[in-house]
């Protein structure tokens, strides 16, 4: 596709231009985000990427091509190898509207969250730190008129909700999980007017199916994966697709981690939140049983990213420096290595040519050989990545 058919072939991909506008007229137009709507002077998301392949929308038979491509390399990686893997991108399987949108859902839920959390005294915290208390938890689900205190009693009485009293990061996201269904999926909470409003106008027909196919797509190729026994990185892409790609795949581990790691979702180490989003989804893993599969990345769209943020006007999402990136990729490595210590299911492939994360990665694992706590897997070096397990 040029350069001069992309931006508009992914405004009507990916902006809510296709069908009603996200204007003043949408309600709860004025509560978007603006990283989450689609920008017309940003619609080809090459722009500055020269790393990542960039796919746009143009029809369901053409995201069915994808799929058969993907498939096809998960074949030959399966016939090559007995512990192949093979990456895919999520933006090539459906519209990229959805992504866009299903983020915003995901981001404001969150935001929720923290609100309520610096509302009791936990600002600055890190996420898996702030416990909410369930008592006033209660008290704002019901001023927002989510759930009357009767009805949401028996929430917080669960396996797993409130079991000391509070309500963390996952027990909040499950519990989102379970009230939210399909149908409500866009509606979100409104904190000034203290009531859950849609985020946009509901999907048509059209596009609920094109979402679902979609899904469905993701799972062939998982099916297939599985099958194969090949692992499926599913790669990291803009941040306003992101949440969306990383929360899909992290359902896609739930149901194929469960012998083995399948799937692997992709953290991208220059975003400012890359630490929380690793140990939110490692901890929920640990809950759960499943095996953690990660695919550590610095970021290939940094460029792009600021220049989005800066022209658009919201907080740029990477990391001011260089070296707060390699900080934090350290940091997540250090993390997930840990768990690989304690919680032999945890799996890391250290995507990187940097020296310095090598030597570490290196020095980390003969150490951990030393003592004995390293896994099995090995460590395989070549073309950017160090698998450990
Ligand atoms: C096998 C493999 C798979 C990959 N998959 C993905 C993927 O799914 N998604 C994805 O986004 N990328 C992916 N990448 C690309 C990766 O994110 C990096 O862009 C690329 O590898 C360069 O980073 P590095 O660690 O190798 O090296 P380095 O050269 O040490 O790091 C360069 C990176 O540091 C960061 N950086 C540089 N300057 C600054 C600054 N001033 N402030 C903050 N951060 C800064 C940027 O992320 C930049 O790309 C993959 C790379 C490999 C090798």
Same mark, same amino acid.
């Given at each position: 596709?040029?350069?001069?058919?992309?931006?508009?072939?992914?405004?009507?991909?990916?902006a809510g231009l296709?069908g009603p506008s996200p204007s003043s007229s949408t309600p709860g137009a004025e509560q978007r985000e603006k990283q989450y709507r689609a920008?017309?002077? &940003?619609?080809?998301?090459?722009?500055?990427?020269?790393?990542?392949?960039?796919?746009?929308?143009?029809?369901?038979?053409?995201?069915?091509?994808?799929?058969?491509?993907?498939?096809?390399?998960?074949?030959?990686?399966?016939?090559?190898?007995?512990?192949?893997?093979?990456?895919?991108?999520?933006?090539?399987?459906?519209?990229?509207q959805f992504?866009l949108q299903f983020s915003e859902v995901l981001v404001k839920w969150r935001r929720f969250?923290?609100q309520?959390?610096?509302?009791?005294?936990?600002?600055?915290?890190?996420?898996?730190?702030?416990?909410?208390?369930?008592?006033?938890?209660?008290?704002?689900?019901?001023?927002l008129g989510i759930?009357?205190?009767?009805?949401?009693?028996?929430?917080?009485?669960?396996?797993?909700?409130?079991?000391?009293?509070?309500?963390?990061?996952?027990?909040?996201?499950?519990?989102i999980?379970?009230?939210t269904?399909?149908s409500k999926l866009l509606l979100v909470p409104n904190m000034q007017t203290g009531q859950l409003e849609p985020l946009l106008s509901r999907f048509t027909?059209?596009e609920?199916?094109?979402?679902?196919?979609?899904?469905?797509?993701?799972?062939?190729?998982?099916?297939?994966?599985?099958?194969?026994?090949?692992?499926?990185?599913?790669?990291?892409?803009?941040?306003?697709?992101?949440?969306?790609?990383?929360?899909?795949?992290?359902?896609?581990?739930?149901?194929?981690?469960?012998?083995?790691?399948?799937? &692997?979702?992709?953290?991208?180490?220059?975003?400012?939140?890359?630490?929380?989003?690793?140990?939110?989804?490692?901890?929920?893993?640990?809950?759960?049983?499943?095996? &953690?599969?990660?695919?550590?990345?610095?970021?290939?769209?940094?460029?792009?990213?600021?220049?989005?943020?800066?022209?658009?006007?919201y907080?740029?999402?990477?990391?001011?420096?260089?070296?707060?990136?390699?900080?934090?990729?350290?940091?997540?490595?250090?993390?997930?290595?840990?768990?690989?210590?304690?919680?032999?299911?945890?799996?890391?492939?250290?995507?990187?040519?940097?020296?310095?994360?090598?030597? &570490?990665?290196?020095?980390?694992?003969?150490?951990?050989?030393?003592?004995?706590?390293?896994?099995?897997?090995?460590?395989?070096?070549?073309?950017?990545?160090?698998?450990?397990?």
């Amino acid at each position: 596709m040029s350069t001069a058919e992309a931006p508009g072939e992914s405004c009507r991909s990916s902006a809510g231009l296709h069908g009603p506008s996200p204007s003043s007229s949408t309600p709860g137009a004025e509560q978007r985000e603006k990283q989450y709507r689609a920008h017309r002077g &940003f619609g080809d998301r090459r722009g500055g990427v020269i790393s990542a392949r960039t796919y746009f929308y143009a029809d369901e038979a053409k995201c069915d091509q994808h799929m058969e491509t993907f498939l096809r390399c998960i074949d030959a990686s399966g016939g090559s190898s007995e512990n192949g893997f093979s990456a895919i991108k999520l933006t090539a399987l459906g519209r990229p509207q959805f992504l866009l949108q299903f983020s915003e859902v995901l981001v404001k839920w969150r935001r929720f969250f923290h609100q309520m959390a610096a509302e009791q005294g936990q600002a600055g915290r890190a996420a898996l730190e702030m416990k909410l208390e369930a008592e006033k938890l209660q008290e704002a689900l019901a001023n927002l008129g989510i759930a009357t205190k009767a009805e949401s009693q028996h929430w917080f009485t669960g396996e797993n909700l409130g079991m000391s009293g509070t309500v963390d990061l996952l027990d909040w996201n499950s519990l989102i999980d379970s009230r939210t269904k399909l149908s409500k999926l866009l509606l979100v909470p409104n904190m000034q007017t203290g009531q859950l409003e849609p985020l946009l106008s509901r999907f048509t027909e059209e596009e609920d199916l094109q979402m679902k196919r979609m899904l469905q797509r993701m799972d062939v190729l998982a099916k297939r994966a599985t099958e194969k026994g090949v692992r499926l990185m599913v790669d990291a892409e803009q941040s306003y697709f992101q949440p969306a790609i990383s929360r899909l795949t992290l359902e896609m581990q739930r149901r194929f981690n469960r012998d083995r790691a399948i799937i &692997f979702n992709t953290y991208q180490c220059y975003l400012k939140e890359a630490y929380d989003n690793v140990t939110v989804d490692v901890e929920l893993s640990r809950r759960e049983g499943w095996h &953690f599969g990660t695919k550590l990345v610095r970021g290939a769209y940094m460029e792009q990213e600021r220049e989005r943020a800066a022209q658009i006007g919201y907080e740029d999402p990477i990391n001011p420096t260089y070296e707060k990136t390699n900080e934090m990729y350290h940091r997540c490595l250090d993390y997930i290595l840990e768990e690989i210590k304690h919680n032999r299911k945890a799996n890391v492939m250290v995507a990187s040519h940097n020296e310095d994360t090598v030597k &570490f990665t290196l020095h980390r694992w003969v150490l951990g050989r030393q003592h004995g706590v390293a896994g099995t897997g090995g460590l395989r070096d070549g073309g950017g990545r160090a698998e450990l397990r």
